[in-house]
Nanobody
Framework: QVQLVESGGDSVQAGGSLRLSCAASGYTYSSNCMGWFRQAPGKEREVVARLNTRNFWRAYPDSVKGRFTISRDNAKNTVYLQMNSLKPEDTAMYYC????????????????????WGQGTQVTVSS
């Protein structure tokens, strides 16, 4: 299994930017799908970015498309989430997750498909 540690969460003003990091260790070759999820108080956890680390396929929901970018530094075994033009509704705990290796080129959006999770990092955006 893969161990994941997130960092980079902070409190920022609306319109600001943050870059979250997710350091992976362990049997990282067992997974080729990485995702960033978020969960706000009283709401369900939702996916905000997905990345296939082998073919670099990416996907974002409409709520963050054009503002968030997921990327990976293979040398550092780290996945990033660059968040620009932040809005108060982006306030949430952000988690990175890894899914078991897949032979197809896309990555799942369903939370249940991911079997390794970090502890989360808090992002707070004030208006």
């Amino acid at each position: 299994q893969v161990q994941l540690v997130e960092s980079g969460g902070d409190s920022v003003q609306a319109g600001g930017s943050l870059r979250l990091s997710c350091a992976a260790s362990g049997y990282t070759y067992s997974s080729n799908c990485m995702g960033w999820f978020r969960q706000a108080p009283g709401k369900e956890r939702e996916v905000v970015a997905r990345l296939n680390t082998r073919n670099f396929w990416r996907a974002y929901p409409d709520s963050v498309k054009g503002r968030f970018t997921i990327s990976r530094d293979n040398a550092k075994n780290t996945v990033y989430l660059q968040m620009n033009s932040l809005k108060p509704e982006d306030t949430a705990m952000y988690y990175c997750a890894a899914a078991p290796a897949r032979t197809i080129g896309t990555c799942p959006a369903a939370i249940g498909e991911y079997n390794s999770w970090g502890q989360g990092t808090q992002v707070t955006v004030s208006s």
